[in-house]
Every structure is written in C-alpha cells, then in structure tokens.
C-alpha cells in the first residue's frame, strides 16, 4: 500500500491519476445501473475497477463509488453495503470479515490547510482496516486512519485517529483547533 503522499496538482502524476478517475467514473456509472442479479457483468466491471477479480467470498452492493479503484485492496469475506465510496488515491486495506454498512465514506486524499498551497498540492495517506471490523452506516474514516481487529465504528462516527484492537468508537463532533 502506498505510503503518506504529497503530489503537485500541476504535474504530469496529478494528470494520470485525473485520467484514471475518469475512466472509474464511467466503470462505475456503468456498474451502479446493471440489474442486480447481473453477478457475470457486476464481477467483469468490478475486476476493470479493481484492476484484478475480487477475491473469494467478497459481496458489493452497487451503488458503488471509487475514484481510483486499484489502490482499494479488499481480503476474503469482505462485505460492503449500498452506497459506499472508497477515495482510495493512497491506498484502502480491507482485512478479512469486515463488514462495511450503507453509505460509510473513506477517503485517503486531501489538500493542504494552508490557503496558498491547498491549491498546489493533494495529500494523502494509506487506510489500514484489520480483521473482523464492523464500520456503522454514515461513518467517515480519514486519511491515515487504522481500525484494530474487531474493533467496531458506531453508526455516522467520524473517525481521524487510529482505532485500537476491540474497541468501540463514537461521535462526530466538529472542535475549531487554529484561526488564521
């Protein structure tokens, strides 16, 4: 899995990666309508995404969102449920039996906060989620996060820092941490 990034926006990387983003827009536009008894033609776009087939005993149900897709490395038992999206720029682990429900975001991209540079730059850092994880519907994991072994995310948790082994893990509340 990729490590913590900084790319420049106006670079030939930030143009290839813009490109691929295109090309998984239209794969999971194209996923997102199929019927959904469709497995043969959800499996073949699915592998097109991921850039491999899914592994062994892994569920998706469409709708589905990436925005790069072969940096989203899922395990074996892996479930994820309606509506979910993976920007997964720098790298999302999946171990095995985690069990992701509706509408839960991850996102590994980011920019800069400072005014003059969030312009210029994109960031990014690798999500690491371990074995046995349960994540809530609405939960958001940030960049750089990792979830321990059977730890459990409550329902719309926003999660910023690592998640210890068998823990549970609430609450979304905004703090102001500097004025500029």
Request: contains cysteine; hydrophobic residues 40%; aromatic residues 6%.
């Amino acid at each position: 899995m990729p490590s913590d990034r900084l790319m420049r926006i106006h670079s030939a990387e930030f143009q290839a990666m813009a490109e691929r983003v295109l090309r998984v827009t239209e794969l999971t536009s194209r996923l997102n309508v199929l019927p959904f008894e469709d497995e043969a033609g959800k499996a073949e776009l699915l592998e097109q995404i991921l850039g491999r087939p899914l592994p062994p005993r892994v569920t998706i149900y469409p709708p589905f969102y990436t925005d790069h897709g072969l940096n989203l490395d899922l395990s074996e038992r892996v479930f994820i449920n309606q509506n979910c999206t993976f920007l997964d720029y720098a790298g999302i682990r999946l171990g095995e039996r985690v069990m992701v429900g509706p509408k839960v975001t991850f996102i590994t991209s980011g920019h800069p906060v400072d005014p003059e540079e969030r312009r210029l730059y994109l960031t990014g850092a690798p999500i690491d989620v371990a074995e046995n994880v349960w994540i809530g519907a609405g939960a958001t994991i940030l960049p750089g996060v990792s979830i321990g072994r059977d730890a459990v995310i409550a329902a719309g948790a926003v999660v910023a820092d690592d998640v210890p082994p068998a823990s549970l893990v609430t609450g979304t509340k905004a703090t102001v941490r500097r004025q500029w």
